[in-house]
């Protein structure tokens, strides 16, 4: 089965360092997000990571592409008889340019990071996490589960679903 994201909708904090695995328990927001269409995402906790100064969260939808990565199949368990169930793991992005929400009385993290991209030598690595929803074409799916009449809106390439509550952590350099 193959699935193609053909759009995105994220909700992310943006920090001053990298963020480490585990730092929050974004479960709750998660749960919350379920509940909501994308363009109606919770507002953010109350707390914040540390050295987080920003929020990316566009307008709308945007779009995207997707891979495969093929040398990424996991076994994900083994049953009694010893068949292996195996999950594929794709990436997905989309490039636009967005708003960088300012986080208040976070302005010195905002420099510190400024100040880290335009005067050193090797820029500097922001964190990010956060959720978000994303709509999906799968092939496979006899019909679309959010038709009322079943029909297979997806044409010819598959059913169509949006999927929201996923997570998004990761740190990327940023640089002149």
Same mark, same amino acid.
């Given at each position: 089965?193959?699935?193609?994201?053909?759009?995105?909708?994220?909700?992310?904090?943006?920090?001053?360092?990298?963020?480490?695995?585990?730092?929050?328990?974004?479960?709750?927001?998660?749960?919350?997000? /379920?509940?909501?269409? $994308? @363009? =109606? *995402?919770? +507002?953010?906790?109350?707390?914040?990571?540390?050295?987080?100064? &920003?929020?990316?969260?566009?307008?709308?939808?945007?779009?995207?592409?997707?891979?495969?990565?093929?040398?990424?199949?996991?076994?994900?368990?083994?049953?009694?008889?010893?068949?292996?169930?195996?999950?594929?793991?794709?990436?997905?992005?989309? /490039?636009?340019?967005? $708003? @960088? =929400? *300012?986080? +208040?009385?976070?302005?010195?993290?905002?420099?510190?990071?400024? &100040?880290?991209?335009?005067?050193?030598?090797?820029?500097?690595?922001?964190?990010?996490?956060?959720?978000?929803?994303?709509?999906?074409?799968?092939?496979?799916?006899?019909?679309?589960?959010?038709?009322?009449?079943?029909?297979?809106?997806?044409?010819?390439?598959?059913?169509? @679903?949006?999927?929201?509550?996923?997570?998004?952590?990761?740190?990327?350099?940023?640089?002149?």
């Amino acid at each position: 089965m193959n699935i193609e994201v053909f759009r995105i909708f994220p909700d992310v904090l943006v920090s001053d360092s990298e963020v480490p695995e585990g730092v929050h328990d974004l479960s709750a927001r998660h749960d919350t997000m /379920k509940q909501h269409t $994308p @363009l =109606q *995402m919770p +507002s953010l906790p109350y707390t914040f990571p540390p050295c987080a100064f &920003g929020r990316i969260w566009p307008d709308d939808r945007l779009s995207s592409t997707s891979v495969r990565l093929a040398s990424t199949m996991m076994v994900f368990s083994v049953s009694d008889d010893g068949k292996e169930e195996t999950r594929a793991v794709y990436a997905a992005s989309a /490039k636009a340019v967005v $708003p @960088l =929400q *300012m986080l +208040s009385s976070r302005q010195k993290e905002f420099s510190e990071i400024g &100040g880290k991209v335009s005067f050193g030598s090797t820029g500097a690595v922001a964190g990010t996490e956060g959720c978000a929803a994303v709509a999906v074409k799968v092939d496979g799916l006899l019909r679309d589960v959010g038709s009322p009449k079943g029909d297979k809106e997806g044409g010819e390439k598959g059913v169509t @679903l949006e999927l929201t509550g996923l997570p998004i952590h990761g740190n990327v350099r940023i640089g002149l």
